[in-house]
């Protein structure tokens, strides 16, 4: 039976209470009477929890019988009464720590090892216990809120901490209970944010960083895995960033070590690989950072545009088409973003954003004077080669924009190669031929080697 915290039927919950006292019963030989005042007990105060249930059967297992009738009576009454009691009997010189661990694992994108949480409480070894038993004892202390579980992998089991159950992370999250925990909400994703890249910056002055295996920085760094693949999901959740900018300086200035540590470990598509720290508007458009776009336009520092970076030299306006960021898309080309600029790079935004993006997107695109004059051209000469870009990517969005948007005709030449627009011709094309001929097969056209069969 599944225990879950929804209300149930009255027979369900009756049943429930029965298995476990018989459990109870077997190993404490409890009397007729205790039995009835624990059945009691346990109908008035568990409103209708199955969980509530399962905890404080576990409860009264590590009791003595002789003191059951008074833990009857200090029963608290239904979940939110149970995690009351948990924090409220923590030691005062253990709260500190355990209200660290509750918030890391309140806020964490997934489960963290214990390593990881002593990294990120800086919970320190005392006496003859390594920092990972102190954490472990810390835990126990959280009693039913927060359990440890077992991950195994082929060649290692490593330990995680979440809650034990939904009820005690939305117990945590609810607004009533974020002075008993002292953690503040609105501010728990920035000091997530502050602290992991503030970890980056150790890992990135640590001597000889650039030459090190990934084990032996994970050995050094527990927490090196986690900050480096989940620094920027935190930063997403902020609609203020001021004091991330402001506190992490280091990471944004422009010649930024630890950003270029980062980004080499973070692992970024090969195409991107460069020896310089990626810019931030481009970080902005690659990572989906809506704030940090923001950010970089209404900032005090000098600011390209057309700024290009990678080994194919894209814009972050490439880089927010790949990625179909229609608001990144949109604030870029309001700050005078060109669309169809392409200095050293093969690939421009607009071609970007036919392979990538959908029809309501390429219009955003084609309403900007860069982008707008561009297609004027494109028709003017009858060049077709846009054609051929969407089509490569199969993508019917784009094909619908031009054919029927723009009413571009599909015989037009292909201007980089001086040939007809015929993909037909082209084998790994197959799939645009189909795309495209359904959609022409409506006005009765057919593209050029393509005929309409009964």
Known sequence: MELDSMTTRKEDINQFITSQLQELAQKKRLSREMWSSLEQTFQKKSEGTFLWISFMAQDLQKQRLLDFEASLEMLPAGLDAVYDRILQNIDFEKQEMIRGILYWVLVAKSPLTIPQLCEAVDIEPQGFLTRENVCIELIKCCGHLLQIKDKHNRSYTKQTVTFLHQSA???????????ITGLAL?????????????????????PGIESRRWRDIMKDFPMADYAIQNWHRHFDTLEDITQVMQQG?????????ARLTWQNLYGFDDDDEDYSPIPLLHLSAKLLLNRLTEWCLRSDRELDLEAEWGVFQHTALVYACENQQEYIITLLLDAGANAVAAHYSHTNALEAALSYCNRHILHILAQSESCRNFLIEKGSKEDGSLINVAAESANEDAC????????????WQNGRVGQLASWPCLLPWKMATSILSAVLSKSGMFPLGITQTN
């Open 169 to 179: 992370k939305d117990y945590l999250m609810a607004s009533e209970r974020r002075q």
């Open 186 to 206: 609105p501010q728990l994703h920035e000091h997530a944010t502050i602290i992991l890249i503030r970890y980056l910056e150790s890992i990135s002055s640590h």
């Open 249 to 257: 300086a280091r990471f944004f200035e422009e010649d930024s070590k």
């Open 400 to 411: 619908r924009f031009l054919i029927e948007d723009l009413g571009w005709d599909l015989n």
